[in-house]
């Protein structure tokens, strides 16, 4: 009988560590099917993938355009009335932002001046491109297809690079000059004082006709940039409006600066010159406050 209960001791105490083994044998199996099978098999699978994902813009976010632009700068396109309360002219300033369901992904604001001179029109907006298949395109590529795209809609050459603007008259290639649009030979005598324009670009400029410059690709500004000038119909009683659009790629995102000008006298045209200049000076502070 005690050799019967002895025997039973002795097989209790070799159970727990026989259980013991068999316990660590099957994790040992199970750490080596994990290690050698799924597990790091589609981690390498998922680090090889990620070396050919192409990478996110340089913007994860948009700043806020009515922020964005310098109020001195504002106020320098945009002089307000005279007869404008403190608040009016400070409401006047500060812009209305456009209605957006994403401001990370499209933001704009628009200001508006009315004086006895005319009436001045200024908005921006932001875009921010997202690729969604970054495997084939990454989000500068796609924010490049987008510009390209209405580089297309506003008929102009890409990549075709234009440093110098060009009078409107040579914008389209297509146009054949007139007879009378060589310059003068040596031999023609100036126009009289006082007389009509010669039409001979050797002559002096009309101060009555300046320059219009015309439509065109920008160099320098952003990654690509091109400017568009529209001058609106002559009418009877309304003065003519001149908009500048200037549209500039930067990484992923795409800025728009509109600004209108029409004065109040009809007749009057907006100096195309310095209309352009304003515009183009704010789209490259809006370069830096991008690059900062």
């Known amino acids: 009988m005690d050799v019967q209960r002895k025997a039973v001791r002795q097989v209790r105490q070799v159970l727990p560590g026989i259980a013991m083994l068999t316990a660590l044998a099957v994790a040992g199996l199970t750490g080596c099917s994990a290690g050698n099978g799924v597990g790091i098999t589609s981690d390498a699978k998922a680090g090889d993938s990620a070396g050919t994902v192409a990478q996110p813009g340089k913007y994860r976010s948009l700043p806020s355009p009515c922020k964005a632009v310098d109020g001195k700068r504002v106020k320098a396109m945009l002089p307000a009335a005279d007869g404008l309360t403190d608040e009016q002219r400070e409401q ?20 508006s001046a009315q004086t006895p001179e005319g009436t001045r029109l200024l908005s921006v907006a932001f875009e921010r491109v997202v690729s ?3 495997a084939t395109t990454s989000d ?29 008259n040579a ?12 310059p003068a030979s040596p031999t023609s005598s100036p126009a009289t004082p006082g007389g009509g324009a010669s039409g001979s670009p050797s002559g002096s400029p009309s101060s009555s006709a300046p320059v219009e410059l015309g439509s065109r690709v ?7 940039a091109f400017l568009e000038d529209k001058l609106s119909p002559a009418g009877a009683t309304a003065a003519q409006s001149r908009t500048v659009r200037i549209v500039f790629r930067t990484s992923n995102v795409i800025v728009t600066v509109e600004y209108s000008v029409q004065p109040a006298l009809p007749g009057a045209v907006p100096p195309s010159g310095e209309t352009q200049d ?9 370069v830096d406050r991008f690059d900062e």
């Open 278 to 286: 304003r515009a183009r000076q704010l789209a490259q502070a809006l």
């Open 218 to 224: 920008l160099e320098g500004l952003g990654n690509n």
């Open 132 to 134: 969604y298949d970054r």
């Open 171 to 182: 914008q389209s290639p297509s146009t054949t000059p007139s007879p009378s649009s060589p």
């Open 92 to 111: 006047l300033y500060a812009g209305a932002a456009d209605a957006s369901y994403d401001g990370d992904r499209h933001v704009g604001c628009r200001w």
């Open 140 to 168: 500068d590529d796609k924010a490049r297809q987008v510009f390209v795209r209405r580089l297309t809609d506003a008929h102009l050459p890409f990549p075709g690079v234009v440093t110098s603007p060009s009078p409107s």
